[in-house]
Structures are given as C-alpha cells and as structure tokens.
C-alpha cells in the first residue's frame, strides 16, 4: 500500500529557469522561488561584485542566468550603465516593481503570474521585463537604447534633418462642361 501512494506524489516539482537574485531584493525571496521550483542563486552568494549593477548582470550572461533586481536604480548613472550594458551585450533582466520593503511573497506572485509572459518575450529577446500587479511591460534592447537617449537628454545618434516638402504642382483646373440636358441653376425659368 505505501508503494502505490508514493508512485502517486512527484518526486519533485518541475525545473524552473535559473534565477540570479540581485542584493538589493529581499534574500528570503531566494528561498520562495527555491520552494516553487526554480535554480535560485543569491548575489552575495557568487564570485561577484554584488554592489555594481552591471557586474551582476555580466556575471548572469555568462552563467546563463536571468538577473532578478527591484525596479529602482540608486542613481541614474547606475541606470544608464546598466541599460548600455545589457543594450550592448544582451543580458535577461526581470525587474519587481514596489521596491524592497515589500514582502517576498508580494515578489513571488508577481514574478509567477507573469511567468509564461516574460519566459516567451526571453525566448525571442534580450532586455528587461517590468513585472507589477497588473501586467508585465517588456523592454526589448531597442527600448532600453532609447531609454538610454532619454536619460542623458540628448540622442546619442545625429539627428538626420526631415526631408524639405515636395514643391506642389500648380494645375489649373478644367471647367466642367454643362450638359444640355440639365437646366442650369443659373437660368430663370
């Protein structure tokens, strides 16, 4: 009887994609995701210089991992750096929107709500995805390359000029002929 009941249960739940949890979430949010299924690795953890947002994503593109960090930047150079770099070099970033004051479990169900959404925006590109209550907002390398226009203030692509209008040809426009048939509304009757 106790054979039939364990053939019954999985042996363990399913693999899940393999996360790199960034130091500015919540580390008990590491043991959540570990609870669901998926490969979870903690910054502080791995031979990374956790306090540089870049080297963590550098440190995920080599590893095959998808960087997990909080929608705020302490600056906007910070930003602008990491924007360039996963723009430049590609990168899987997925950003909790609300910060880290809230709690793990918060993070956890916005990360596995949107899960079949940003893992098939990931198959096809690298970039970003914001993940919030209401939705998921994918931010492709083209998105960030603006972003990054943006945050500096200027393009950093010459501006081509707009084309000068096309001069309009003047055509005189031919009178209609009045057909004989149609009294005309000028004639008194």
Known sequence: MKEAS???????????ERLLVDAD???NLTQYLRAVGFNVLFA???????????AVVKWARRHNRIVVAHDKYRDKRTKIRVCQEVYEHGGRVIQIAGGPQQHPLTSVGKILTHRDDWVKFFQDNDGMVL???TGMTPKPRA?????????????MLPVIAPKAPRPQRKTKRKPKPVSSEQPSLLTES
Do not use: A, S
């Not at 502080?44 to 870049?54: G, L």
């Open 143 to 155: 998105y960030l390359f603006r972003q990054i226009q943006g945050q500096l203030g200027q393009p």
């Open 6 to 16: 364990r053939r019954r249960l999985p042996k363990r739940l399913p693999r899940l």
């Open 25 to 27: 979430v919540n580390p």
């Open 131 to 133: 993940v919030h209550q």
């Open 44 to 54: 502080t953890k791995v031979k990374v210089n956790y306090r540089d947002d870049v």
